[in-house]
């Protein structure tokens, strides 16, 4: 690519004759041939053009003080005030049509109100009568025949004509205006010809063209640009997708997390309130009485409260080994779907029809489905893995349904909590009203009341009420929520795992060069390990079970009692009854997916353009 002076891409070459690059440049030539003819085209159809952004002179044609700002749409603009100010366009000639970006406000005084007047070009005018700060419904001068609103043509039929109400109000508005025939002389814009009947509103750009613009170039118009530059820039590449790895919800001791790390509220993050307003320098200066009145304040909280209950907020007495769960070591399973796949020892590779063999696509369905009498493979693939565990999912659950119980709308035009506290004048709201075990109770037992008449069934399928139990459920139980990451690069033969960087420093000096060009090369690739007798798996499908699950907390303790025969599957989880898998233990079902990275593009050809 060769750019000129100021950097615009001007033209392409290729050193290799009839090759693909040298096609390509003589269509990228080819292509900015038709843009600058197309360009010039346009720029020579231009009588007059007053561009308050581009440093153009204006002086000349202004009448009285418009005011300049830089709030424009596409930069400055010019504010008129209905009173002194207007534009003036001297000896014009061909004028065949004008375009500008204009706000007009809906208040005006009273009496005749002018956009434009064209005296030359009979009824010419763009004006409103304006009464009771109401805008009458008045034609546009029939001299102008066609009129386009933001890109948009008004009056498509045979005989209308667009009025003055047809162009918006209090907002900015490109308007374009096209006469029926060609005309010279003056333009007066915000003003009527004698200067008088001035409209309060405000313009950014006016151009007055000598021929007709077709749609594209209106809204080429409507860009402010008379002149694009094209030039060859890296922007992102469409995104590679991956699906996520299967998650599992662990219920039970094993789940509970130790009171350490602020879990017990003892260890809130406490604010300094400088209610004397002492200057933050002296409040430095004296740091050792400033940290010890919040202490002795902390302290005095502590004692006055009830001490039988409440522990230290430095000591407390350990009677066994905290519990804080860090680790979660897995092991599954996998059974992929036989037909088509690439587990057959003679091919070793997937049909091109294992999608469209094995699975159905329903009309209006979000996923595929599994056709009956696809089989599964009876070769049993191992994978294995660890992840770290953290209680955040059950944490985020509670605070999607506190904000659904605190929405608005919800019961009428208040939310749940609002139509309790309402109810409920003795209690309190806050933050943290919902989190405490007794509150969710009370919260329960109001609902319940206003449900009564409903039967099981509507009661379980009442969406606040099962949202109130899930809450208590999730206070009430020990659990978390943790993907079991790594299975999704296990079937690529990948083994997530920890790895040292590449480095060599005892090694000998010739060595060293090659240690470093490898060591850049792989850079942070270091997150998994090759595993090279596992089964290659980019499609995942089949189903899975789970043999094995640890769990390790930071002092090393392990509970390896986990049963994973006590697996729930949801619904969409469930095998279908035609795959068959081994007898007892509980599958999970696997949609296809492509495990490894991949994207979809679609090229989608607007046939209007060929119809053109």
């Known amino acids: 690519m060769h750019r000129d002076s100021n950097k615009k891409v001007v033209t392409a070459t290729a050193s290799a004759q009839n ?25 020579n159809s231009i009588i007059k053009d007053i561009t308050l952004d581009n440093g153009s002179d204006n002086s000349g044609i202004l009448r009285g003080s418009p005011t300049e700002e830089s709030k424009g749409p596409l930069g400055k603009c010019l504010s008129f005030d209905g009173k002194n100010d207007y534009i003036q366009l001297s000896g014009l000639s061909n004028v065949k049509a004008v375009s500008m970006w204009v706000n007009i406000p809906s208040q005006q005084e009273s009496g005749d109100r002018y956009l434009l007047d064209a005296p030359n070009l009979s009824k010419g005018q763009v004006a409103a009568n304006i009464r009771d700060i109401d805008n009458q419904a008045s034609n546009v001068g029939d001299g102008w025949h066609v009129m386009y609103v933001d890109g948009e043509k008004v009056g498509k039929r045979v005989g209308d004509l667009p009025t003055w109400q047809d162009i918006p109000k209090n907002r900015w508005v490109h308007l374009y205006l096209e006469a029926k025939t060609a005309f010279s002389g003056d333009i007066y814009i915000m003003s009527d010809r004698y200067g008088e009947n001035k409209l309060k509103a405000k313009i950014a750009v006016v151009r007055v063209y000598n021929r007709d613009l077709t749609e594209e170039e209106i809204d080429r118009d409507r860009s402010n640009t008379i002149e694009l530059n094209y030039m060859l820039k890296r922007v992102p590449s469409p995104r590679y997708w991956q699906p996520n790895d299967p998650v599992i919800l662990i219920e039970g001791k094993g789940a509970k997390f130790t009171e350490r790390h602020g879990s017990d509220g003892l260890l809130e993050c406490q604010l300094y309130e400088n209610s004397e307003n002492i200057p933050l320098p002296d409040l430095i200066a004296n740091y050792e009485n400033t940290i010890g009145t919040k202490i002795n304040e902390l302290e005095n909280k502590n ?47 997937y049909d091109p029809n294992f999608i469209v063999s094995n699975y159905d696509l329903k009309e209006n369905a979000s996923d595929l489905s599994v056709k009956s009498g696809t089989g599964l493979t009876k070769a049993a693939n191992v994978y294995s893995g660890s992840t770290i565990v953290t209680p955040h999912a059950s944490i985020k659950l509670k605070k999607v349904i506190e904000a659904y119980l605190n929405e608005k709308n919800v019961l009428g035009d208040k939310s749940v909590m609002e139509q309790y506290f309402d109810e409920n004048t003795a209690e309190t709201a806050s933050d943290n009203y919902l989190s405490q075990d007794k509150n969710i109770e009370k919260v329960k037992t109001w609902y319940e009341k206003t449900i009564n008449s409903k039967t099981a069934e509507q009661k379980a399928e009442d969406a606040i009420y099962t949202a109130i139990r899930a809450y208590q459920r999730l206070q009430n139980s020990n659990s978390f929520a943790q993907a079991l990451g790594g299975f999704n690069p296990g079937l690529l033969m990948h083994k997530q795992t920890m790895q040292l960087g590449i480095n060599d420093p005892i090694g000998f000096e010739d060595y060293k060069p090659f240690t470093e060009q490898v060591r850049f090369a792989v850079g942070d690739r270091r997150r998994v390990a090759p595993v090279p007798l596992n089964d290659f798996n980019p499609i995942r499908s089949g189903v899975m079970s789970i043999l094995r699950l640890r769990l390790m907390d930071t002092f090393g303790q392990v509970k390896a009692d986990l049963n994973p025969g006590q697996l729930i599957v949801t619904e969409k989880m469930t095998p279908p009854s035609g795959y068959n898998p081994p007898a007892g233990r509980d599958w999970v079902y ?23």
């Open 303 to 349: 004692t006055a409260s009830n001490s039988a209950t409440l522990s230290n907020i430095a000591f407390s007495t350990w009677t066994t080994q905290p519990w804080h769960p860090f680790l979660m070591e897995w092991e599954v399973e996998v059974l992929p779907v036989q037909q088509h796949g690439n587990l057959d020892p003679d091919k070793r590779a």
């Open 590 to 612: 696997l949609p296809p997916r492509l495990v490894q990275p991949s994207r979809l593009n679609l090229y989608i050809n607007n046939f209007l353009c060929y119809a053109k």
């Open 19 to 43: 090759s693909k690059a040298s096609q390509l440049a003589a269509e990228a030539n080819n292509i900015m041939k038709n843009f600058h003819n197309y360009n010039q085209q346009l720029k």
